[in-house]
């Protein structure tokens, strides 16, 4: 598979944070000479929050996770690639319970505690014969150093491996976070889905992390997509393994940087899964202003970021605005033909709902050559504002999702 | 273009209709070489019904059509395809005004009983200074036998014309039905649309064919995607030229075998709409059945449908039925995981959450390869029922729609 052309030049080192370490071994899942199994070990309980898919066929670890959230008290997070358990009956629940017992066997912890993910095939009964034996490789050689091979053994279709981090000072002191992600379509439920990992030294009760993660998911992880479609899958987890005292107030004065930090991690999480989407030669953001309401304005955008016409007019870098009038027309949500404003870039290609007297295909062609792409759409009917993002719709995606037989 | 492979084999032959002629001719308002303006003229006032896209941003010709209907008397249709006059503001209003006040010129009728359709490029100002001449050509022409030219004359990307023709008896006598469409992506905003024009001649009043007519669309028009895109211009009209006392309820025995005549020729246009989607080399229907209601199994009938997942799949010939349970979970509808049966032709795949015990990869993969598809997802938790239609997703599509600078 060769790599997104968006890929990043450079991947950030994240630094070591005390009371986490992680490891990744190969238990032959699926892939042959990768690794595909990931541990993620706290010392001490972490404080852990969650956000998951909204579907309404979810995995079985995702049913798993949502059960055990509500203590918010993390030992672990096992993570496997190649098998996403999910569809598997009661198999499924066998073998999420059976991966939760082992990790909890080796580090010696409640099985409560182990937060678990897979992301893969669907369908296909998860293995997990071998897995206490695998757990066991993987907590030998569990080190506070390995964010980078983590981010690589959760990897399915991606075609690079999804990091960032920030420090953050609070009261004189530093502190950091430090994010992994995959995913490459919304979901190939074959290969992909969309996961990530957050993990913070600053100490803060689950309560407050929930609340966070909860409010930044809307803006990042729920504000992309590749093609629409949402995985079985989907989960992101946020935890505090911070020594001392909790913060436990969301509107302490202390999590200022934080929250920043949290904003700042997540977005660029999500701006490498849209960078790697599957078959993806640019990155699109679409902001949609002017509309009723601020939902109003993100289902507008999600119908433009998710229309094949659209895509594939960016993929031929056509300034095609007409797509865009059709994409909002079609979208459901109040809008007023005679007001609106559309631009590519800085370039305003159609106003007051007719094309610019003085429009130039030509500036319009300049920027829909770029790797990242601006759509603005003001609707001028109310104060509603959102902002998305995708990728364009290419052959290469037809070819990676169906040029193949299962 | 080549021509799709799923075009029919034969085209029917429509039978001339007493009191209703067509005429098509070059107008050049786009493509050079062929016909592009379509006159249908009724001798006497025929009833009309219609029924137009749902989008927020509708053509000027919609707005037309609508504002006009309410009489329900019209004697003529006109459409042009090679330009949508969509999103053409003040002036696109001006060049519907003018095509109806030109063609009511030379018919020598009120403008408010000409009908208006355009297909082609959104944006681009319609230039109507020739109109007049034009449609006098085409009266000069007219004839009861141009339906197939009247086909030809309204296509865009569409790569055969589409018809379909039922006799029906009424108390002894043979009445007739005849229908033409054009579409191909259920919209590509520079060339595509989805438009359709009826005539019965059994005399019925506007009323009852509106009301037969939006009925019918449900379950033929409205239920069949290319690519989720939904035109600015979608039209369909349905007019009675029958001379004699008109039947003005919507109960009365004599519509009964008109009724199935219109059920069938919308459903065959509706198949003949599928079969021409862009890129397509499958037709695939979808039928959800045991969902809450009837509503809730169309919306996941359509999310399997718009599924660009499930779409390639089917392209690649792969039973991958993993996607088909992701597109139920993400329609956002009730549904039970547990309960779901999932079956490619009259191959049961899944049951109960799971993959069938006797599962056989080599059975499925011979449904596929058919050109024919019939995909059955029985959710087991009420009574709902709906079936759409849909084709493959191709390299071809994204090649018709991304391959050129417009």
Not at 33 to 54: H, W, Y
Not at 359 to 382: F, P
Request: proline fraction near 4%; charge should be neutral; charged fraction near 25%.
């Amino acid at each position: 598979m060769k790599v997104s052309p968006l890929a990043p030049k450079l991947y950030p080192e994240l630094p070591p944070l005390t009371g986490v370490s992680l490891a990744a071994v190969e238990a032959g899942i699926k892939y042959v000479g990768r690794k595909d199994l990931c541990l993620i070990k706290f010392d001490k309980p972490a404080e852990i929050a969650g956000v998951f898919t909204t579907s309404k066929c979810p995995s079985a670890p995702v049913d798993w996770c949502r059960k055990h959230l509500a203590k918010g008290k993390a030992n672990a997070i096992i993570v496997n690639s190649g098998n996403a358990n999910a569809f598997t009956g009661k198999r499924g629940e066998e073998s999420v319970a059976l991966t939760a017992k082992a990790t909890s066997a080796v580090l010696g912890c409640s099985p409560k505690t182990v937060f678990l993910a897979s992301t893969g095939v669907i369908g296909e009964p998860l293995d997990t014969a071998g897995f206490e034996e695998k757990i066991r490789m993987a907590e030998a050689i569990l080190s506070e150093q390995k964010w980078h091979e983590a981010a690589q053994a959760i990897m399915t279709t991606d075609t690079y491996p999804k990091l960032a981090t920030r420090s953050f000072d609070v009261d004189g002191t530093t502190f950091t976070l430090n994010g992994i992600a995959k995913g490459s379509g919304m979901i190939a439920p074959d290969m992909a889905t969309m996961l990530s990992f957050l993990v913070t030294d600053l100490p803060v009760d689950h309560k407050v992390l929930q609340k966070l993660l909860s409010r930044n998911t809307k803006s990042t992880f729920n504000a992309v997509t590749v093609d629409s479609d949402t995985s079985t899958s989907d989960t992101v987890l946020l935890a505090s393994c911070g020594a001392g005292k909790k913060i436990t107030e969301p509107n302490d004065k202390r999590l200022k940087s934080f929250k920043v930090a949290l904003e700042e991690v997540m977005h660029e999480l999500s701006m490498l899964l849209v960078r790697d989407g599957e078959g993806a030669t640019k990155q699109v953001g679409i902001t949609v202003s002017g509309a009723k309401t601020k939902r109003s304005a993100k289902r507008i955008a999600f119908a433009i970021a998710n229309s094949p016409l659209v895509k594939t007019a960016i993929a031929g870098e056509d300034a095609n605005w007409g797509r865009i009038v059709m994409a909002v027309g079609k979208a459901g949500e109040p809008a007023d033909r005679d007001k609106l404003q559309i631009q590519f870039g800085d370039i305003i290609v159609a106003q007051n709902g007719e094309r610019v007297p003085d429009y130039s295909e030509e500036d319009a062609s300049r920027v829909m050559r770029q790797d990242e792409i601006e759509i603005a759409v003001d609707l001028g009917i109310g104060k509603g504002t959102a902002k998305v993002w995708t990728c364009d719709l290419t052959k290469e995606y037809v070819a990676i999702n169906g040029d193949y037989r299962s």
